[in-house]
């Protein structure tokens, strides 16, 4: 059982960055990120110190007097992430029960397949009093499309936006049903996809960007280049199925 104090406890705040560039962080962001007393941050053996963390340090901003790294596995093994979603909540939560307000820094937006709505549910379900405010921000599929100068969407075209790792079936059906794609977390399927891709003769149709806004960002419009190449887990691939096409699902 979580012990509860008399103090007000701080306010858990979601501070969205945006996927890498710093001046994309937002001027409401930037406030909070100034004035906070703890920030915590997902670390990762990829990135040393944290993707989230390096975005914040590139905008000049300096660590606060607090600091609470957190680990989150890279594995889609359900037991080992709950494991360590309770150490991280337990984490935040003793600062939060000490009347500390902790900010949560995060990649893209905090609302869009993020770490923090896991750190979220369980950080209330130990103590209902916490209040949360998430800061939104610029998600990774709009910056992107930014760097394509092609739109996501236009007048009553549609859009789907999956994690690739849904199965290529799935995939093939939204190839078809949708104009434009957005497939998140390429990385583990990207050979399957360029399969899938060249049988639908989709292949010049598809653009691949990596790290967004970082440093080291990539856009990739010949996607046959990167067969047996290794890529950044922070890539995405966007897809213009239909160019505008009216029928959907009936394409010769």
Known sequence: MTHFDSTTPGRLYATSLG?????L?????????????????????????????????RAGLSLPAHTLP???PMTRDLTILAKHWQMAAQQVLQKL?????????????A????????????????????????????ASPMAAAALTQQSLGDGDQTLALVPATVGMERIEQLLED???????????????????????????KARFIERAGAPEERVVSDVTTLR?????????????CHDGEANLGNRG
């Open 70 to 72: 957190l680990s989150f």
């Open 228 to 240: 047996g190449c290794s890529v950044h887990y922070l890539s995405l691939m966007i897809i213009h």
């Open 19 to 23: 996927p890498g560039d710093p001046e």
């Open 97 to 109: 029960q000490q009347g500390e307000d902790v900010v949560f820094l995060v990649e893209g937006d």
């Open 178 to 204: 949708f104009h434009t794609l957005v497939l998140l977390k390429v990385r583990p399927v990207l050979e399957d996809l360029l399969d899938l891709l060249a049988r639908k003769q989709l292949l010049g």
């Open 111 to 138: 609302s869009f397949f993020s770490t923090f709505g896991h750190l979220q549910r369980t950080v209330q379900a130990l103590d209902a009093r916490i209040v949360v405010e998430i800061i939104p921000g610029v």
């Open 25 to 57: 962080i937002t001027r409401r962001a930037w406030r909070i990120l100034q004035t906070a007393s703890c920030w915590a941050w997902p670390e990762s053996r990829q990135e040393g110190g944290g993707y989230a963390l390096a975005i914040a340090e």
